[in-house]
């Protein structure tokens, strides 16, 4: 189980090169509207210790210091990018502290991308679409095409309807990048017609600009999870590259 500073890295991503990570999650603790079996932060029931959100000033103070420290080293930033433990978009100062983000960026590391990690839950609301609207990578994940299917990868802890997060991430007009889980456990396939035909089916209706297809990296809370290989989720997604779709494939 992962616990992040507010703020760490620089890691090596192997979606986003080297990313300094920003957690408006607890540090200690983990809070997320899902509990995906391939969560690197463990189930949600045993990060609940520590509930404290940092608050915008806190965020701000710890970045502008992080990136004072990477600039006067040259440590080199490719993307400044929320993720941490848990769901970013849930910590009630999300909007402004991408704003102070920015404004950081600017002034530090004026061609670091900012990038948000989110499962997309929350793109209904307008203060949260408008926010993921301003940053350089808004990464909105769609891991299964129905809710039956999502609650056996992602185990929602409310109600869950991909089909209208869907219809919220059209109206980002292609401006986002697509992230989906590739792997299999004892009742979820992604390679399995039910779920790779329909998400195929969807991707075609938003047409984003570019598709993040990835597979099990770390230690997983769930037991026997299989990943996919490069090349078997390349042959999984071909119709798509043959269609013209930027899909970027990490094993």
Not at 99 to 123: E, G, H
Not at 205 to 210: D, H, L
């Amino acid at each position: 189980m992962l616990r992040e500073d507010t703020v760490f890295g620089p890691i090596f991503s192997r979606r986003l090169g080297s990313s300094l990570g920003i957690n408006l999650l607890p540090r200690n603790g983990k809070i997320c509207n899902f509990d995906c079996i391939y969560c690197e932060c463990g189930w949600n029931k045993d990060g609940t210790a520590d509930k404290a959100l940092p608050s915008a000033a806190q965020v701000r103070s710890a970045l502008e210091d992080k990136l004072q420290e990477c600039l006067l080293a040259g440590t080199p930033i490719d993307s400044i990018t929320f993720s941490g433990d848990g769901e970013p978009t849930l910590n009630p100062d999300f909007p402004r502290i991408v704003r102070d983000t920015i404004q950081l960026r600017d002034a530090f590391y004026p061609d670091a991308k900012v990038s948000v990690l989110t499962n997309a839950t929350r793109i209904g609301r307008k203060e949260i679409f408008d926010t993921l609207r301003l940053v350089d990578n808004p990464i909105l994940k769609l891991d299964a095409p129905t809710a039956a299917l999502a609650a056996r990868i992602n185990k929602p802890t409310g109600p869950y309807e991909p089909l209208q997060i869907v219809e919220h991430m059209k109206a980002f007009e292609g401006k986002f990048v697509l992230q989906t889980m590739f792997l299999r456990s004892r009742d979820f396939d992604s390679s399995s017609p039910e779920v790779l035909l329909p998400w195929m089916d969807l991707v075609r209706q938003m047409r984003p600009r570019e598709i993040m297809v990835y597979t099990i990296d770390r230690p997983t809370p769930a037991t026997g999870l299989q990943k996919f290989t490069e090349a078997e989720m390349r042959a999984l997604v071909q119709p798509l590259l043959d269609e013209g779709f930027n899909i970027q494939i990490k094993g």
